[in-house]
């Protein structure tokens, strides 16, 4: 049976007299045993949708099951890690693990031992009086997960959970999860995480699904059936990596967009579109997008908005996970007059 299933989601947010729908028809299934990773652009409606999953906010239409039970404000059995920590600051580490369980309802005398056990679970042994602030980034986020476990819940939602942290402390802190999710050494069953990072998906999780469009539902869905300990050296890891590029950056979707709405131009330095369209040259003219991200040390994010740019002005072409260069574009540019 699934863990948690999604039928028809919808979601509209007004925003003075005005409407806009941010999803329509999200189905989704979240399997036991399974993490899946959800990816879309920015501004898509992935924490909304998380959100809506965990019970946090209401829907305009769909349901949600979480063990075939309909999900109807905060569930029961979900926990949910957020981006930016969400520690309250005056609280030490035991006492803001401890308010998750408060909020359950488990007794007083109980909540300090599943505290004290879940922090030493999640590798913070000694830290249980310290206040936030005399925390590294990688600490503080330990102490969130630590909160979300410490209710042993069935599924754990992620948003972009490892995002804030430095691309090493953020190695260390995914490594030590997916250790302690594989020994089962927490209830989870189900682990369903938001990231704009390629490379982490493709870590951790058993299966990708990508949000597209406007108003976005799962558009594309990649299994990622490696065995663990994944090497992002190897070439069925790279292919991976390279399927969703592909998907993130796929033909249909900008010219459904150019057709459907207003386009507006991503926000966009000229000096960062000179910089990329240069970097491209650089690498003869057609570059691979997981490469180029590297080579730029640019992250997703602030990637896409440059290849889109470049798209909308007839300088690039993405296709297939690579981006080319259109020879000439500046010359016809001038040339019809613009
Ligand atoms: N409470 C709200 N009221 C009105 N609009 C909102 C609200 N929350 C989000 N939005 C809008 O809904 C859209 C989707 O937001 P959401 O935060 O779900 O996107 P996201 O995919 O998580 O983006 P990111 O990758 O930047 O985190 C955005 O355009 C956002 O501005
Ligand atoms: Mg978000």
Redo the contacts with the bound molecule.
């Keep these: 049976m699934a863990l948690l299933e999604a039928k028809g989601i919808r979601k509209v947010?007004?925003?003075g007299a005005e409407e806009?729908a941010?999803l329509e028809g999200v189905d989704l299934v979240l399997r036991e045993g399974e993490i899946v990773a959800l990816l879309?652009?920015?501004?898509?409606?992935?924490?909304?949708?998380?959100?809506i999953l965990a019970g946090l906010i209401p829907a305009d239409g769909g349901e949600v099951y979480l063990r075939g039970r309909r999900v109807e404000g905060p569930a029961e059995g979900v926990a949910m890690v957020f981006?930016s920590f969400a520690l309250f600051p005056w609280l030490t580490v035991l006492e803001n693990v401890a308010l998750g369980l408060e909020a359950r309802g488990v007794p007083k005398g109980e909540r300090e031992g599943r505290a004290r056990q879940t922090i030493a679970l999640i590798g913070l042994k000694g830290f249980e009086e310290a206040l936030p602030k005399e925390l590294s980034g990688g600490m503080r986020q330990r102490v969130g997960l630590a909160r979300a476990l410490a209710v042993e819940p069935e599924v754990l939602f992620m948003?972009?959970p490892f995002s804030a942290l430095d691309p090493l402390t953020a190695e260390g802190l995914r490594g030590d999860f997916l250790d302690l999710w594989q020994g089962r050494q927490f209830s989870t069953r189900g682990v369903l995480m938001?990231t704009?990072n390629i490379e982490e998906a493709v870590a951790l999780a058993d299966r990708a699904l990508i949000?597209r469009g406007s108003p976005a539902r799962i558009g594309w869905e990649l299994p990622i059936p490696l065995p663990h300990p994944r090497d992002p050296a190897d070439p069925r890891f790279r292919a991976q990596v390279e399927a969703i590029y592909e998907a993130l950056t796929e033909r249909e979707e900008i010219e459904r967009r150019l057709e459907e709405e207003l386009v507006r131009l991503p926000q966009a330095s000229v000096a960062s579109l000179i910089g990329l369209a240069e970097a491209i040259a650089r690498l003869g003219g057609r570059a691979d997008l997981p490469l180029l991200a590297e080579e730029e040390s640019l992250e997703v994010?602030d990637l896409f908005p440059l290849l889109e740019a470049l798209e909308l002005l007839g300088f690039a072409r993405v296709a297939g996970g690579d981006v080319e260069l259109i020879p000439f574009s500046i010359v016809s540019f001038f040339h019809d007059g613009c």
């Design positions: 947010y007004r925003v806009r941010i879309g652009r920015s501004g898509g409606g992935k924490s909304t949708l998380l959100r981006q948003d972009e938001v704009h949000l994010d």
